[in-house]
């Protein structure tokens, strides 16, 4: 099975700065990638399918880049609600495995 | 708009049985895959399984194939995840999540708020 590598693990950023998760396949993956955002204790919410497609209703500081085998996720200004772990998909076929999350924080 | 309602928490001793339920809405239940995931406390997503309620297609992931079982009922529009007998290390939130279009390819869009189940004696 393809396995979904996200770095760093976790990440310490100030309000304003531009943040980059970088999630990599361990085969090409075309650009089957979607971007998860989860909260503490809430459910995961959709922020960026196709590697690239915002999802609607999600701010446009998020966006997503990337093809085959690497992809990024970029926060170009990061808000005091962007506190959350970040979770890469892959979705081409099954099983739809996730990255091991970025924890994101306020320095 | 399409909606997945999961069945309330439950709190079980090892070795009990469980069947966890994630009721779907406002879409053509039939056509559309429902996965499944488990989130231990702390931890991260990991992907269990599937279902297709169409013609019940079920793929498991290695780590979880013989642990659960997946099923639907889709005269009722409801997806199912059982267990014959629970362990401690069953403790999770465990989430049903539609995927977007028809079709295997895609992402999951939306999900069910979540099934907490605790495993303890």
């Not at chain 2, 290390?89 to 992402?107: K, P, Q, V």
């Amino acid at each position: 099975d393809i396995q979904m590598t996200q770095s760093p693990s976790s990440l310490s950023a100030s309000v304003g700065d531009r943040v980059t998760i970088t999630c990599r396949a361990s085969q090409d993956i075309s650009n089957y990638l979607a971007w998860y955002q989860q909260k503490p204790g809430k459910v995961p919410k959709l922020l960026i399918y196709a590697a690239s497609t915002l999802q609607s209703g999600v701010p446009s500081r998020f966006s997503g880049s990337g093809s085959g085998t690497d992809f990024t996720l970029t926060i170009s200004s990061l808000q005091p609600e962007d506190v959350a772990t970040y979770y890469c998909q892959k979705y081409n076929t099954a099983p739809h495995t996730f990255g091991q999350g970025t924890k994101l924080e306020i320095k | 708009e399409a909606q997945l309602v999961q069945s309330g928490a439950e709190v079980k001793e090892p070795g009990d049985s469980l069947k966890i339920s994630c009721k779907g809405s406002g879409y053509r239940f039939t056509s559309y895959w429902i996965a499944w995931v488990r989130q231990r406390p702390g931890k991260g997503l990991e992907w269990m399984g599937i279902i297709y309620p169409g013609d019940f297609d079920i793929r498991y992931s290695p780590s979880f194939q013989g642990q659960v079982t997946i099923s639907a009922d889709y005269l009722i529009n409801t997806a199912y995840l059982q267990w014959s007998s629970l362990k401690a290390s069953d403790t999770a939130m465990y989430y049903c999540a539609r995927l977007a279009s028809e079709g295997l390819s895609n992402w999951f869009d939306p999900w069910g708020q979540g099934t907490l189940v605790t495993v303890s004696s």
